[in-house]
């Protein structure tokens, strides 16, 4: 997503949920959508949120997870939002 769009999705996406608003209170930015360690199809490579979360703390970020949603604001239950914040 470029600026613009990203902006508009996380203001979409904040506005029912109090985790995310606190996250961005907080000065965290969403980095991706990742699939749920249990939602994660056998034989099919994909990133985990669990991957994304050690990769991050690596890299020296904190992370945090929150519920995923969709274009329209809907929650996606096999993905988690994946946040970060420079320590």
């Known amino acids: ?9 996380v203001a979409l ?5 109090l985790t995310i608003r606190a996250l961005l209170d907080q000065g965290f930015a ?5 699939l749920k360690a249990s939602a994660a199809p056998p034989g099919i490579k994909a990133k985990t949120d669990q991957e ?3 990769r991050l703390r690596q890299e020296g970020y904190q992370v945090d997870v929150s519920p995923a949603y969709d274009e329209q604001g809907q929650p996606h239950p096999t993905l988690s939002a994946m946040w970060r914040k420079k320590r």
């Open 52 to 54: 994304h979360m050690r």
């Open 30 to 34: 969403v980095v991706t959508n990742a």
């Open 1 to 9: 997503m470029a600026g613009h769009e990203e902006d508009a999705y």
């Open 13 to 17: 996406i904040a506005a029912p949920d």
